[in-house]
């Protein structure tokens, strides 16, 4: 029998368009034929004589036939194979199960359900497979939801379907079995996929990682937004280097692949077990500065969410100041050179009442370090830091500071002005946005990251702001140089 042709399944793909609403639903993105050629080629030799394959979350069956088309082709020496696809769609379901009967050498076995509710049914054990292909879904996992109930049954807590699948297919996997999925990069930092982490290294061992540099090319047409990995696990097996692979999209033209030790990607003193994505052999700028290896705790310094709501506090909100309000500070109204307010032309509220509803989201007026949680599309950093300076507000002694700021502050008073200028100072580096993409793939720059982001001792801080505070404004050449001289 002649294999499938995976390009011709996927141009099948594409006259079979999914609108936006079931992608919504099912959190469904399609997988690209070059991309599920690319993750077949992934899986090792092996000498099993029957190969035991699940595809959770199936499709149309992209990444099985990708898998079977190398098996048919020699790619693999198993005498026997036994797919198993999950897939709960009834529309795609229908594709899948013609796709999967072309290979007659196959045994193939479709499941039409929820493979989370499933899979926990029957609870968390060995089911035998020896390769697992995965894309899937991605949608968050509300609180109380029953999959997040069920989940928590087995032992997996975890927020987003992706993660649920992937830690259920180790578990399923039998011991040397391999795994390899397709996901967004964001479990590898943040507290909320720490236990999805933790369950991860503890039953698996990573061998390789692929990362695309473009947010949005290897699912065209699909508004994903974070960098997107391929990871490939081994069930029980001993941690050796790790193999990092990178390409800008799908078409793997401009492919790279370097080896790490695995210190590299999980730093052994760092308790939240943030997986970085080194791209290059070469050390990050920070990793050679020994300068640079204190904790915000070492400063003195802690760093929190900006606690205003506005749309939890829309009574209080004024669009410009008046009597009885003090300053409400949004990303907008941050900028390299300091701070500008009020804005006439911003859509958003410049001013908060002052009340004893809103007295205990405000900070005391004073120099703070603030980081927007999100960086727009014409920046190239991802951490933007700004100084809030006083006197821009002129006599109000408090401030207020909206959720998409992060803000550094001594015990929620402002910092010595110094200090704040040499936090900025080093927080706009090209170092630091190097050595931040490693272990973030997104355009959130959450509290915790910074917590997490080696610094300079306080008082070289300092010294980095009264120089600052001594040129006026800074070019990043200028911030990049004078970070330099650390090493000197």
């Keep these: ?250 078409t793997f033209a401009d492919f790279a692949i370097h080896e790490h030790p695995f210190e590299r990607i999980v730093l052994p003193d760092v308790p939240e077990r943030l997986i970085h994505v080194p791209t290059t052999p070469e050390k990050t700028a920070i990793e050679r500065l020994p300068a640079v290896s204190y904790s915000l705790a070492d400063l003195g310094v802690k760093v929190s969410t900006g606690p205003v709501v506005d749309f939890r506090m829309k009574a209080h909100l004024r669009p410009m100041p008046e009597e009885g309000t003090v300053p409400l500070i949004y990303p907008n109204h941050l900028r390299m050179t300091g701070t500008v307010w009020p804005m006439a032309d911003f859509k958003k509220p410049n001013a908060i009442m002052h009340n004893h509803q809103t007295e205990k989201w405000l900070y005391p007026s004073g120099f703070y370090c603030a980081v927007r949680r999100f960086s727009s599309k014409e920046e190239k950093h991802r951490v933007v830091a700004s100084v809030v300076d006083p006197a821009a507000f002129g006599h109000h002694s408090v401030l207020g500071f909206e959720n998409h700021i992060n803000l550094l502050h001594e015990d929620k008073h402002g910092l010595p002005e110094a200090l704040a200028r040499g936090l900025a100072l080093f927080l706009n580096t090209t170092a630091v946005d190097e050595h931040f993409r490693r272990f973030n793939g997104h355009t959130q720059v959450n509290a915790t990251d910074l917590k997490l982001m080696p610094y300079p001792s306080r008082d070289i801080l300092i010294q980095l702001g009264t120089w600052a505070m001594e040129q006026g404004t800074l070019t990043q050449d200028q911030m990049d140089t004078k970070l330099d001289t650390l090493a000197k």
């Design 1 to 250: 029998m002649l294999q499938l042709d995976i390009a011709g399944v996927m141009h099948r793909e594409k006259a079979f368009t999914i609108t936006r609403k079931r992608k919504a639903e099912f959190g469904q993105f399609m997988t690209p034929a070059s991309v599920a050629r690319f993750m077949a080629s992934l899986f090792p030799p092996s000498p099993l004589q029957t190969c035991r394959l699940l595809d959770a979350g199936a499709g149309m069956g992209a990444l099985s036939c990708a898998f079977l088309d190398r098996w048919v082709m020699g790619g693999f020496s198993f005498a026997s194979l036994e797919a198993t696809a999950y897939e709960m769609d009834d529309h795609l379901r229908d594709h899948l199960a013609r796709h999967m009967a072309r290979y007659s050498r196959a045994t193939s076995r479709i499941i039409a359900g929820d493979y989370i509710q499933l899979a926990t049914a029957r609870g968390l054990r060995n089911r035998g497979y020896t390769h697992v292909i995965l894309n899937p879904p991605y949608k968050k996992i509300s609180s109380h939801s029953a999959h997040r109930l069920a989940l928590r049954r087995v032992g997996i807590e975890t927020v987003n379907l992706y993660s649920a699948f992937v830690a259920l297919a180790v578990a399923e996997a039998a011991p040397g079995g391999q795994i390899v999925a397709i996901t967004p990069r964001s479990f590898c930092n943040g507290p909320y996929y720490r236990p999805f982490r933790d369950f991860i290294l503890a039953r698996a061992a990573i061998r390789h990682m692929h990362l695309f540099a473009s947010r949005n090319k290897p699912f065209k047409g699909d508004q994903v937004l974070q960098e997107t990995i391929i990871i490939r696990l081994e069930r029980g097996g001993q941690q050796k280097p790790v193999t990092v692979s990178t390409s800008t999209d799908d």
